[in-house]
């Protein structure tokens, strides 16, 4: 027995649920547009004279502010937010000017969680004694819930070595915050 083509007519209805299934998954693969953005902020901190070894420095970060501003200026509302990240972190001696950071050993920057532990994002140890400005390690993690929210507790942690603990130091944060947002 000879088999019979096909007709085709009768191969195209065949193929048109083939063709649908195909234009659905396509269609549940493709998700609103995703814009990312760079939110740049910075943070100064000073360092009161002494001798202590560990100073836990803090300060109130309107991070919502920030990022709605952000958001509102690109087109987007706050409740758009879909993701926040560290990008960069960038220390720099500002009182005195152009001072190494000789006396700081370490540092860590982080925002305390609602359980009341740190999460940290950026770090630096051990600090190079022989510069002014000090490029962070950032740690990508999410921090989305820190600009959801009410003004966060951010916390520069500094570890020193040998100050003489006669002078107020200043050091800036400039940090840069890649933030998505989408439909």
Partial sequence: TAMRPIPFFQRSILAIPLIALLASCQKQDESAPVTELMLRDELTFSIPPGDQA?????TLYDAHASVSALLQEKGFSPDQLL???IEN???VMIEPVNVPFHTLHAVHLDFTQAAG???NFAHLDPVPNDRSILDLSVDHADLTPFFEGDPQTLHARLTMNGRDGSDTTRVRFALT???KAGA
């Fill in 89 to 91: 972190a960038r220390a």
């Fill in 177 to 179: 915050f890649r933030v």
């Fill in 117 to 119: 532990t740190p999460l």
């Fill in 54 to 58: 560990d100073l836990d420095l803090a």
């Fill in 83 to 85: 993701d926040v990240r």
